[in-house]
């Protein structure tokens, strides 16, 4: 029997990819869009899902079920990006990130582990970062939400094992999509003690996107992670550097580390 996913996000960039990966392959996938209208080049159904909305949330996985009778698989990967100095972040966009990247998630699952506990088995998988493993200059919110939902993967993981579910992060690095024009800029302020390196940072992070990787490598590793029979709660998908990163983390003493993030960001 073909298993029922669920993504989220999955209208563009890296949700469409796995979406289309894996409806191909014989799922039957369903993906979620603010304003599923909009869309017309889906090869798999759009549901109405604002993740900021408790409500809404639960509509979707309700329709889905009514529908299937199941869900297997869930990919959390709705998410936005925020850049910017914390001082001149307002504090309604980082409450706003936090409830896209963090609590939106956490929603998501608490409104399928009901049917997953019912059916002894399923597979959540939520879409991290990189950026989640380290602080990252003028991208702090951004790494801090990603880094609340890696832990939280891990903790509820162990709370749901002995029903048959999984709960798993695949953490990606730079990906060739249009992230950049949706997320939150705080603005360069003429004058501002942090105009000149915000500046060069903002840019730099933009090259790294647009030079980013195909996003089709994240559809094949989170397919992978679906036939594995025993999930790992942690993957990396990206670069071998932005990998390497993490592990460095691990290593070099604090100061060593923040010394070599300062100079790459040119500090």
């Known amino acids: 029997?073909?298993?029922?996913?669920?993504?989220?996000?999955?209208?563009?960039?890296?949700?469409?990819?796995?979406?289309?990966?894996?409806?191909?392959?014989?799922?039957?996938?369903?993906?979620?869009s603010r304003n599923p209208q909009t869309v017309l080049n889906s090869v798999f159904p759009l549901v109405s899902l604002d993740v900021r909305n408790v409500e809404s949330i639960q509509a979707a996985v309700a329709k889905i079920i009514a529908t299937t009778g199941r869900i297997d698989v869930v990919i959390n990967n709705a998410g936005v990006g925020i850049t910017g100095p914390l001082e001149e972040i307002p504090t309604a966009e980082i409450k706003n990130n936090f409830e896209t990247n963090f609590f939106g998630p956490i929603e998501v699952m608490k409104a399928v582990l009901p049917q997953m506990r019912q059916q002894k088995s399923g597979l959540i998988i939520n879409v991290t970062s990189i950026?989640?493993?380290?602080?990252?200059?003028?991208?702090?919110?951004?790494?801090?939400?990603?880094?609340?939902?890696?832990?939280?993967?891990?903790a509820s993981n162990m709370e749901v094992?002995?029903?048959?579910?999984?709960?798993?992060?695949?953490?990606?690095?730079?990906?060739?999509?249009?992230?950049?024009?949706?997320?939150?800029?705080?603005?360069?302020?003429?004058?501002?003690?942090?105009?000149?390196?915000y500046g060069m940072t903002l840019k730099m992070m933009d090259e790294h996107v647009d030079s980013g990787s195909n996003p089709d490598e994240m559809a094949v590793a989170v397919y992978n992670i679906i036939?594995?029979?025993?999930?790992?709660?942690?993957?990396?998908?990206?670069?071998?550097?932005q990998k390497f990163s993490i592990v460095l983390k691990r290593i070099l003493a604090d100061k060593v580390y923040e010394k070599m993030l300062m100079n790459h960001y040119k500090l």
Do not use: C
């Not at 989220?8 to 392959?25: M, N, Q, R, V, W």
């Not at 950026?131 to 891990?154: C, D």
């Open 1 to 32: 029997m073909s298993k029922v996913v669920l993504i989220t996000g999955g209208s563009s960039g890296i949700g469409k990819s796995i979406g289309e990966f894996l409806h191909h392959k014989g799922f039957i996938v369903y993906g979620t």
């Open 131 to 154: 950026a989640g493993y380290m602080g990252l200059p003028y991208r702090s919110v951004y790494s801090a939400s990603k880094g609340a939902l890696e832990l939280i993967t891990e």
């Open 161 to 197: 094992k002995s029903f048959g579910i999984n709960i798993t992060n695949v953490a990606p690095g730079d990906f060739a999509t249009n992230i950049a024009s949706g997320r939150f800029h705080a603005p360069l302020i003429k004058g501002s003690a942090y105009e000149v390196p």
């Open 227 to 241: 036939q594995a029979k025993n999930p790992r709660i942690h993957y990396k998908v990206g670069a071998f550097m």
